[in-house]
Each structure stands twice: as C-alpha cells, then as structure tokens.
T-cell receptor
Framework: DADVTQTPRNRITKTGKRIMLECSQT?????MYWYRQDPGLGLRLIYY???????NKGEISDGYSVSRQAQAKFSLSLESAIPNQTALYFC??????????????FGDGTRLSIL | DQQVKQNSPSLSVQEGRISILNCDYT??????FLWYKKYPAEGPTFLIS?????DKNEDGRFTVFLNKSAKHLSLHIVPSQPGDSAVYFC??????????FGAGTTVTVRA
C-alpha cells in the first residue's frame, strides 16, 4: 500500500464547480504539503501544514483552501474551479522528528482538468 | 521569479555513460538541496540530498556536487541505465523547510 494516497487520481470537471482533492498518509508524519505541477514550471507550493492546528499559505494559494482533518489527512479544495487550475496536484509529507531538513515524500498525484 | 533553475529541459545519454544534470539557485538562504526522480503517472521520488556544509554526497551510482560560491549544484549518474530514464527535479529549502523546485530535466538513456 502507498504511504501517501491521493484521491481521486483523475478528475474532469466544469468551470465554477467545487472540487475537493484528498490526501491521506500512513507515515505518521506531522508535516503535509500541497503542490501543483505545470509544464515548464516544476512544482509550486499551494499550502502546507506543520501540525493539525497549523495551516500556512504557500507560493500560489489564491483560489484554493485546505483542511487538516487529522494528522493523517490533508484536503485541498477549489471553491469555484477555473480552467487555469488545470494541473497535476501532489500531496507530500515530511517528518520533523528526525531533526533539521528532511526529504518530502510524495503521493502519485491527481490529474485535474477543468473545462 | 523562480529561485531554482534547471536550464536544460532534456538530456540524452548512452547507456553506460555518465549523465550530468545541472541546477542553479538564486536564494543564498538555501541550505538543503535535493534531487527527485519522477516517472510518468507517479509522484516524485527522493533520490539524494546535500546539506550546505558539504560539497559532495554520494549514494551508489548517484553523486551530488554543491558549489555554494557559484550557487550551483549538479547530479552525476554513473553508469547510466535504461531505468534512469525519467524527469529529474532539483529542489532547495531554507530554514522554513519549504521546497522550491526547478522545472525539471527529462533524461533519456539510449541502449
């Protein structure tokens, strides 16, 4: 089983619809992140959470919101989807208990298309 | 403005030869650097990292070199194998643990 699971893996929807992307992890990590990937731009940080009560905006948070329901769950919402939010979305986790900087571990992504 | 840049979108190399991927950064506060590998329909997978207190880190066929004065790092893969064909992302973070990514380099290993 995957350590970081994203659902759905693919979604096609229409402009103006509300969309929720879900992420769950079994790694026991406190830190969770949401990124989007666009061609030629790499991954960009949308939101991140260092524990259940901590939510922070990333580089490109406009048009998105998040919810950290539990240590293991971090959801990303698009309240009113628009076509330029078409992208590949990744959830990631990291473990601060090992000290200092640690690599982030990624899910397999959600491909979202907004028509 | 992108703080981490990978100026080569693609690289083709013959099996058994060395692959060299390059990455430049602009933020002098970055102190931790990573390389990720990504296959189609999968998430990025951590490959190797280096702290700013070092200038080289090696793990099997993969070696990362860091030149802080030039704000440049590189990944060497020796020897290159067909399974190394993937997109490689360079990433960096500062004290805040947030990662900034480059745009990626697609590596194709030819038989």
């Amino acid at each position: 089983d995957a350590d970081v699971t994203q659902t759905p893996r693919n979604r096609i929807t229409k402009t103006g619809k509300r969309i929720m992307l879900e992420c769950s992890q079994t790694k026991g990590h406190d830190r969770m992140y949401w990124y989007r990937q666009d061609p030629g731009l790499g991954l960009r940080l949308i939101y991140y959470s260092f524990d259940v009560k901590d939510i922070n905006k990333g580089e490109i948070s406009d048009g998105y919101s998040v919810s950290r329901q539990a240590q293991a769950k971090f959801s990303l919402s698009l309240e009113s989807a628009i076509p330029n939010q078409t992208a590949l979305y990744f959830c990631a986790t990291s473990d601060p208990s090992a000290g200092g900087n640690q690599p982030q571990h990624f899910g397999d992504g959600t491909r979202l298309s907004i028509l | 403005d992108q703080q981490v840049k990978q100026n080569s979108p693609s690289l083709s190399v013959q099996e058994g030869r060395i692959s060299i991927l390059n990455c430049d950064y602009t933020n002098s506060m970055f102190d931790y650097f990573l390389w990720y590998k990504k296959y189609p329909a999968e998430g990025p997978t951590f490959l190797i990292s280096i702290s700013s207190i070092k200038d080289k880190n090696e793990d099997g066929r993969f070696t990362v070199f860091l030149n802080k004065s030039a704000k440049h790092l590189s990944l060497h893969i020796v020897p290159s194998q067909p399974g190394d064909s993937a997109v490689y992302f360079c990433a960096a973070s500062a004290y805040d643990y947030k990662l900034s990514f480059g745009a990626g380099t697609t590596v194709t290993v030819r038989a």
